[in-house]
């Protein structure tokens, strides 16, 4: 599926945004944990509809399997409590240890997929511009924009300096004392070219008046269309009708 011609795709970043709450909200409205495991199936529906399951699939299960598993054998294991379930030795699996851990994970879960849907399906460059239309200062939607690009600029200048190694004939694959032999060496490039390149930036964005006192313009344009209100009307309405569910339960 096109990503760029999916309805979900098309929806307006605040929007899009609105659909991540919704689903933290509605995770911890609905009582019990099977609806807030299920939010990453749901994710993962809605990351398919919006052309990035493949994308949302392979970062969410690497992202969340680890802490999870992590995050359930601890508290399972040393969460206090006196209904023992199986013990060998030191170690026991405790009732209220197993239920803690089930909750904590799902939200865990939950929270995390929805989020990860949210960065997977829109662009940092509408984000950050329907950030500076709702009112928020260019420096402050700037800060925001370098944050989330740091990391993935970090990756590909990493990507670059390890092919630079290769190319020289040093070791960069295999077992992990090689890797980390090969690794040691680029963080000295890595942290001087990152220095360079946020001089670079500050010198473009002044070249562009980016401080100066005065009202900005832009020509990239983005705008809601009729599917923004309805989908946030349903999603009011929705959350709602849980509201109004959980307070009769």
Known sequence: MNNERSLLSRLYPTTK?????????????????????????????LA???????????????????????????QSFFYPGNDILWSWSIFSIKREGLEFALFLTSKIVAVASAFILFFRITKVKDLVHSLEQIGLPSKVTYVILSTLQLIPE?????????DAQKT?????????????????PTLS??????????????????????????????????????????????LVVLLAILIVWRVAL
Do not use: W
């Not at 398919?48 to 680890?66: D, H, P, R, T, V």
């Open 17 to 45: 945004f609105m659909i991540t709450i919704a689903l933290c909200l509605a995770a911890f409205i609905v009582p019990g944990y099977g609806f807030s495991y299920a939010v990453l199936p749901i994710c993962m529906v």
């Open 168 to 184: 020289r004939g040093v070791e960069t694959e295999g077992k992990l004392l090689v890797r980390m032999k090969a690794f040691l």
């Open 189 to 234: 490039p890595l942290i001087l070219g990152s220095v360079a390149s946020t001089e670079e930036r500050v010198l473009t964005l002044e070249s562009r008046a980016f401080s100066a006192n005065v009202k900005k313009s832009s020509i990239y344009k983005l705008e809601k269309t009729k599917h923004d209100r309805l989908v946030r009307i349903l």
């Open 154 to 162: 970090m990756k590909k200048l990493t990507h670059v300096i390890m």
């Open 48 to 74: 398919y509809f919006a052309g990035s399951f493949k994308e949302f699939s392979n970062l969410a299960i690497k992202a969340l399997l680890m802490i999870v598993v992590f995050i359930f054998i601890l």
